[in-house]
C-alpha cells in the first residue's frame, strides 16, 4: 500500500500521508475501546513523532511525507496502545510542569492536575521561610519534589519513595532535574522517623487514596498504574491519617500541610487534619471546579 522512493540521504520516504495514518492509527486503536479513537491515534502520532498538535496539523496541511521508519514507528506504539498501556509508558515521559520526567511500568504517571499542587505549596509563606525544609511523601516519578525543587531554589526538598519499582525512576528524574534533592528510599514515615519534631516547613503528598474497592474505570490505571500507588484500605485514608499525625509532629509553628485526594474525600480529610490538631483546613479545587486538594497548618 506504500509507495516508495529514497531521498538524497538514503532515508526511505513512504507516500502515507499523515491524514492516511491518522485513520489507520484510529483502526488499529478501535478494540480498544477509547471513546475517541480519532483524537487519540492524533495524540499518539504527535507523542511518537515529538510534534506538537499545530506542527502535525501545519504537516497535514503541507501534505509532507514520513519516513518509513516514522510510520513503522507509530504502527509498532499503536498496537500495544490498543492494549491500553499508557501512551506514556510507550514514549518514555511524561510532561510534568517545565519538564519531561522519565517513567515507564512500575512508576505513577504523574498527572496534570498535581500541578496545582506544586503551585499550592511554592505559594505559600511557609515554603518562602529561608531554608525551608520541604518534605515530599511519597515522590514516584519526582514530579512534587522537582517541581517545588525548581520553583524554590534555596528550599531543601526530601523525597520519600518506599516503592523499589518507582525508585530508580525517581533518581534518573532527580539526577537529571534536580540533583540538590535528597532521595530516601523506604517507608516516608520510617524515614522520617529519627527527625526531630518541629523541623519541616512543609509536607506535600499525592499519596495512594483510592478506597480498596472502588477499582478505577481506566485500564491504563487499573492494569498499569503500581497497586502501592492508588489504593489506601477500605475508605481510601489511611495514608492521609498516618501523614496527619505525622503532620502534626513534623511541622514547625505555622507550617504547611497539603495533599491531593479525590473530589469526595475533602470534608473527611479535613476532620482527620483538624483531629490531629491542625488549623486552617481547608480543600482547593483543582482547574474543573473539583475539589481535590486539602491543606492544614501548624498552630502558629
Ligand atoms: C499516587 S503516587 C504519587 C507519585 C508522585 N508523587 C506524583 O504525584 O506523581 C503515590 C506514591 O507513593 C508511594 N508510596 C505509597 N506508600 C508509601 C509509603 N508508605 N512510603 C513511601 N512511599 C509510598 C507509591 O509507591 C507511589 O509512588
Do not use: C, K
Not at 483524537?39 to 504527535?46: G, K, S, V
Not at 520510617?190 to 481506566?218: G, K, M, T, W
Not at 481510601?236 to 491519617?241: H, M, P, V
Not at 483538624?274 to 492544614?296: I, K
Amino acid at each position: 500500500m506504500y509507495r516508495r522512493h529514497a531521498t538524497s540521504l538514503n532515508r526511505e520516504i513512504v507516500s502515507t500521508t499523515h491524514a492516511e495514518l491518522q485513520q489507520q492509527v484510529a483502526r488499529i486503536l478501535m478494540p480498544g475501546g477509547f471513546p475517541n479513537p480519532a483524537r487519540e491515534a492524533e495524540l499518539l502520532i504527535a507523542a511518537v513523532l515529538d510534534r506538537s498538535p499545530g506542527q502535525l496539523e501545519l504537516d497535514r496541511l503541507l501534505g509532507r511525507s514520513l519516513e518509513r521508519d516514522q510510520v513503522d514507528g507509530v504502527l509498532a506504539v499503536a498496537s500495544r496502545r490498543a492494549r491500553r498501556e499508557p501512551l506514556q509508558h510507550l514514549v518514555g515521559s511524561a510532561p510534568f510542569r517545565e519538564v519531561e520526567l522519565a517513567v515507564g511500568p512500575g512508576v505513577f504517571v504523574p498527572r496534570p492536575e498535581t500541578e496545582l499542587l506544586v503551585e499550592l505549596v511554592y505559594a505559600d509563606p511557609a515554603a518562602r521561610r529561608t531554608q525551608a525544609r520541604i518534605a515530599d511523601l511519597g515522590s514516584g516519578s519526582g514530579a512534587i519534589a522537582i517541581g517545588v525543587a525548581m520553583a524554590l531554589p534555596g528550599a531543601e526538598v526530601v523525597a520519600l519513595e518506599a516503592s523499589p519499582f518507582a525508585w530508580p525512576w525517581l533518581q534518573r528524574n532527580l539526577r537529571r532535574h534536580a540533583p540538590h534533592v535528597e532521595a530516601r528510599f523506604g517507608d516516608w514515615d520510617a524515614q522520617l522517623a529519627h527527625e526531630h519534631p518541629a523541623s519541616f516547613d512543609v509536607l506535600v503528598s499525592n499519596p495512594p487514596y483510592v478506597p480498596q474497592r472502588a477499582i478505577p474505570a481506566d485500564p491504563e490505571v487499573r492494569l498499569f498504574d503500581p497497586e502501592t500507588a492508588l489504593y489506601s484500605g477500605g475508605d481510601g485514608l489511611d495514608e492521609i491519617r498516618r501523614i496527619a499525625v505525622a503532620a502534626a509532629r513534623l511541622l514547625r509553628a505555622g507550617g504547611f500541610l497539603v495533599v491531593e485526594h479525590t473530589e469526595q474525600q475533602g470534608a473527611a480529610i479535613r476532620e482527620i487534619l483538624a483531629g490531629s490538631g491542625l488549623v486552617d483546613t481547608t480543600t482547593h479545587p483543582d482547574l474543573t471546579g473539583r475539589d481535590r486538594f486539602t491543606s492544614a497548618r501548624q498552630r502558629g
